[in-house]
């Protein structure tokens, strides 16, 4: 039961490089997300996808895309990045219910932009 | 102000100690609130769900007081095994975004 794939999980990038980190879930949830998280920050939500076909912006969307190719994968694109986004990414699929609603975490991509 | 915010810590506790984790949020229309579990550079895990009314869950306990907007978590007879950070988490109104709060590492030690 593989849950939230998500892939590289390591990388490192020059400035101005660009790549795509790939998330897929087999939990066929409606919603996906994008996280990153930063010493003392938290995770902040960059994008997420309620449904297939919709994606929107989170709390810190700037330099970063976002694809939802179908229900099962969101990945996230880095076109040109900056040492600011070193950080660690989290993809997350989400069973929706009220209380019972339930976040299921990818291990993580933890990337370095030199 | 922080959407969710927590107690800074660290918190360094002997085995078998009780601890106890505070988190205020700011949205007051926010729905529905959990504690998160996350190990040293692994992801977050839901630890519990916390109920209008208080909820148990073995050595764990959660409250919720709407009117302060304020969550807890209480920690029983600590374990090793619960040395981890803790993430307050609150689910907005429309349903849809996660608030995680900056989180709070607890250390038990023998």
């Known amino acids: 039961n593989a849950g939230v794939t998500q892939t590289p999980k390591f990388q490192v990038l020059k400035t101005g490089q660009s790549m795509t980190l790939q998330c897929a879930q087999d939990?066929?949830?409606?919603?996906m997300y994008w996280y990153r998280q930063d010493p003392g920050m938290g995770l902040r939500l960059i994008y997420y996808?309620?449904?297939?076909?919709?994606?929107d912006k989170g709390e810190v969307p700037n330099g970063y895309n976002v694809s939802r190719l179908n229900k099962r994968e969101f990945s996230l694109r880095l076109e040109s990045a900056a040492p600011s986004q070193t950080s660690v990414y989290f993809c997350?699929?989400?069973?929706?219910?009220?209380?019972?609603?339930?976040?299921?975490f990818g291990q993580g991509t933890r990337l370095t932009v030199v | 102000r922080k959407e969710v915010e927590q107690d800074p810590g660290p918190f360094n506790v002997p085995e078998g100690a009780t601890v106890a984790f505070n988190c205020t949020y700011s949205n007051s229309a926010s729905q529905s609130f959990f504690w998160y579990r996350q190990d040293c550079r692994k992801e977050p895990k839901l630890l519990m769900s916390?109920?209008?009314s208080g909820n148990e869950d073995g050595r764990f306990t959660a409250q919720l007081n709407r009117a302060s907007q304020y969550i807890s978590l209480l920690i029983r007879d600590s374990k090793l095994s619960d040395s981890a950070t803790y993430l307050c988490v609150v689910l907005d109104n429309y349903g849809q975004n996660f608030v995680f709060g900056p989180g709070t590492r607890l250390s038990v030690l023998p």
């Open positions: 939990m066929n949830h409606n919603s």
């Open positions: 997350a699929s989400i069973r929706t219910g009220g209380i019972s609603t339930e976040a299921f």
């Open positions: 916390v109920y209008s």
């Open positions: 996808s309620a449904s297939e076909g919709t994606t």
